[in-house]
């Protein structure tokens, strides 16, 4: 290893860290008067030590993998939040067509603005994502992971993050459609036979296991956790689809083995699983986002720069407006408008389809650049807007709540 490359990884281990403390004081902060997600933050502080302000940071070869092994955690966090059984049905069959017309309005943007039908794709892809794991810290701290509300806008992140990486793995795979599709399908059985056989019986020594090492140094149920994680993802990326694909279906699998267990496990491993996700894992993903974001590529190109708030704009047309399909009937118009906003809120698959487009150089950096500062400003602004309209409901809601069924 050069000294320079030593350097800049050691720079990295330390500086790292230190902006992933710094993150939730500011947040904290600044919530005393705006409550903004942290991971705003976490991404501002990481342009600004990156190479595009301060420079403290670069691009590193330790950080890069830790920041990919954050982004797989994220999904396997957003895939363990889904309660099936509270947005199956009518919500997420919705979700579902909502995400459809998503991805058909996604297309028309990105053949209006980008040169190729490629480049078009990735941009229809990257509107019609959500950030599903994004959202899920927030709807837990405002309270409404459990509510009719939060299942709804659940139900329209498990599809805008699940559908998004099935047309990443049919559409970028390298692959003609028909054999990515036969692919495709191979790995649906494997997780459908996995996922069944989770779901079929009580699993009692595995919850003896897991109840005896839960607090001592053998922790095997974090242990089978990262095991799910990593080799559902080994199996994506051996089969060539998107490996983001296998964490989300991993966090689903390992929902539906938890769901016999007692509640006491499963607080105390919710608990224990979130220290490593968003205490160590998902920070630096969020972070190197930051480092790793083409400032001066975007403020060097006038045209990319004003395409930002096109993109914002376009997230919320293309991505929100297709999400009221979900809602229930009655559902009060300030809740409705907050569906609106948290289902355009996008940044992970935006991040991720767009590294492919630029190292396939299906897409330009300037562009690559604008997509990424589009989801960066639905982070920012959505979030907390919806949150606004939501709670302008609240009152009015609490005593009578449409059904979603």
Do not use: C
């Given at each position: 290893?050069?000294?320079?490359?030593?350097?800049?990884s050691?720079?990295?281990?330390?500086?790292?860290?230190?902006?992933a403390?710094?993150?939730p004081?500011?947040?904290?902060?600044v919530?005393?008067?705006?409550?903004?997600?942290l991971?705003?933050?976490?991404?501002?502080?990481?342009?600004?030590?990156?190479?595009?302000?301060?420079?403290?940071?670069?691009?590193?070869p330790?950080?890069?993998?830790?920041?990919?092994?954050?982004l797989?955690?994220?999904?396997?966090?957003?895939?363990?939040?889904?309660?099936?059984?509270?947005?199956?049905?009518?919500?997420l069959?919705?979700?579902?067509?909502?995400?459809?017309?998503?991805?058909?309005?996604g297309?028309?943007?990105?053949?209006?603005?980008?040169?190729?039908f490629?480049?078009a794709?990735?941009?229809?892809?990257?509107?019609?994502s959500?950030?599903?794991?994004?959202?899920?810290?927030?709807?837990?701290?405002a309270?409404?992971?459990?509510?009719?509300?939060g299942?709804v806008?659940?139900?329209?992140?498990?599809?805008?993050?699940?559908?998004?990486?099935l047309?990443?793995?049919?559409?970028?795979?390298?692959?003609?459609?028909?054999?990515?599709?036969?692919?495709l399908?191979?790995?649906a059985?494997v997780?459908i036979?996995?996922?069944?056989?989770?779901?079929?019986?009580s699993?009692?020594?595995?919850?003896?296991?897991?109840?005896?090492t839960?607090?001592?140094?053998?922790?095997f149920?974090?242990?089978?956790?990262?095991?799910l994680?990593?080799?559902l993802v080994?199996?994506t990326?051996a089969?060539?689809?998107?490996?983001?694909?296998g964490?989300?279906?991993?966090?689903?699998?390992?929902?539906?083995?938890?769901?016999?267990?007692?509640?006491?496990n499963?607080?105390?491993?919710?608990?224990?699983?979130?220290?490593?996700?968003?205490?160590?894992?998902?920070?630096?993903?969020?972070?190197?986002t930051g480092?790793?974001?083409?400032l001066?590529?975007?403020l060097?190109?006038?045209?990319a720069?004003a395409?930002?708030?096109v993109?914002?704009?376009?997230?919320?047309?293309?991505?929100?407006?297709?999400?009221?399909?979900?809602?229930?009937?009655?559902?009060?118009?300030?809740?409705?408008?907050?569906?609106?906003?948290?289902?355009a809120?996008?940044?992970?698959i935006?991040?991720?389809?767009?590294?492919?487009g630029?190292?396939?150089?299906?897409?330009?950096s300037?562009?690559?650049a604008?997509?990424?500062?589009?989801g960066m400003?639905?982070?920012?602004?959505?979030?907390?807007?919806?949150?606004?309209?939501?709670?302008?409901?609240?009152s009015?809601?609490?005593?009578?709540?449409?059904s979603?069924?």
């Amino acid at each position: 290893m050069s000294t320079e490359i030593a350097a800049t990884s050691a720079a990295s281990l330390v500086i790292v860290p230190a902006v992933a403390v710094a993150a939730p004081l500011i947040a904290a902060a600044v919530g005393r008067v705006a409550v903004v997600p942290l991971v705003v933050f976490e991404i501002l502080l990481g342009i600004i030590v990156g190479p595009s302000l301060l420079g403290w940071v670069d691009e590193a070869p330790f950080t890069a993998t830790l920041a990919e092994l954050g982004l797989a955690t994220l999904f396997f966090m957003a895939g363990s939040e889904i309660e099936f059984s509270a947005i199956a049905g009518r919500p997420l069959v919705r979700a579902a067509l909502g995400w459809v017309l998503s991805l058909g309005g996604g297309i028309a943007v990105g053949l209006l603005l980008a040169p190729t039908f490629p480049a078009a794709v990735i941009i229809a892809i990257a509107l019609s994502s959500t950030a599903l794991g994004t959202l899920i810290p927030v709807l837990r701290d405002a309270g409404e992971a459990d509510t009719p509300f939060g299942h709804v806008v659940k139900a329209i992140g498990a599809v805008g993050e699940f559908g998004p990486l099935l047309a990443i793995s049919l559409f970028l795979s390298g692959r003609e459609p028909l054999p990515s599709a036969l692919i495709l399908i191979a790995f649906a059985v494997v997780s459908i036979a996995a996922i069944v056989v989770a779901a079929r019986g009580s699993h009692v020594r595995l919850h003896r296991v897991i109840t005896a090492t839960l607090h001592t140094s053998g922790q095997f149920a974090v242990r089978l956790a990262l095991l799910l994680v990593l080799g559902l993802v080994a199996l994506t990326y051996a089969l060539g689809l998107d490996i983001l694909l296998g964490a989300f279906a991993a966090g689903v699998l390992w929902r539906l083995l938890m769901a016999s267990s007692t509640p006491s496990n499963r607080e105390a491993l919710e608990s224990k699983l979130d220290a490593v996700a968003f205490g160590f894992l998902v920070p630096v993903f969020f972070i190197y986002t930051g480092i790793t974001f083409d400032l001066d590529a975007l403020l060097a190109d006038p045209a990319a720069l004003a395409l930002v708030p096109v993109f914002a704009l376009a997230l919320l047309v293309v991505r929100g407006l297709p999400g009221l399909i979900a809602s229930p009937p009655g559902t009060p118009a300030a809740t409705r408008g907050a569906v609106v906003l948290l289902g355009a809120t996008g940044l992970p698959i935006i991040v991720a389809v767009t590294q492919i487009g630029v190292e396939r150089e299906i897409l330009s950096s300037a562009t690559a650049a604008a997509l990424v500062g589009a989801g960066m400003l639905t982070v920012l602004i959505f979030p907390a807007l919806g949150l606004a309209q939501r709670r302008r409901d609240t009152s009015a809601v609490a005593d009578a709540e449409p059904s979603l069924d």
